[in-house]
């Protein structure tokens, strides 16, 4: 990503908990809309309250970071957050910038990434369990294996 956000060693890191966010939330792109009638957008499902205050709370704050997400993303101003479907790069860079605007240090191990996903992306957890998105995880690996 052009965002100039991370070091080649935190690079692999987010890029690594991204695939696992898309994994868990998506079947890796299997679902671009909150199935059967949710209000999540794109690969990596988030919704839209969550991206509306991305830009209002966060974005507005960091006019440079605003200017390279544009940017990166080939827009001139804030597209909707239902651009996220059909745009990958651009839910991949707000993925990330929703990520970039947590605190804590995202771990080395894939289990602390998993752990780190469902602390800070999940918020509802009366639907699913950290070992549950373990196990989805891990099964949208032994599919992409066997293909």
């Known amino acids: 990503m052009e965002l100039g956000l991370d070091d080649s060693e935190n690079l692999e890191k987010v890029a690594k908990l991204l695939i696992i966010t898309a994994a868990i939330e998506s079947n890796l792109g299997t679902y671009l809309k909150q199935i059967p009638n949710g209000p999540a957008l794109g690969i990596y499902q988030m919704e839209p309250n969550t991206y509306n205050d991305l830009w209002e709370r966060y ?27 059909s745009d990958l790069k651009y839910a991949t860079v ?30 509802n957890r009366e639907h699913t369990s950290l070992e549950e998105a373990k196990l989805r995880y891990k099964n949208v690996l032994v599919k992409e294996r066997n293909c």
């Open 94 to 123: 707000m993925a990330r910038i929703f990520y970039y605007s947590k605190p804590d240090v995202i771990p080395h191990y894939e289990d602390g990434m998993i752990e780190y996903y469902y602390n800070h992306w999940y918020p």
């Open 59 to 85: 974005l507005k704050r960091r006019i440079d970071l605003r200017r390279k997400v544009l940017k990166t993303c080939g827009y001139a101003c804030e597209p909707g957050p239902e651009r996220m479907v």
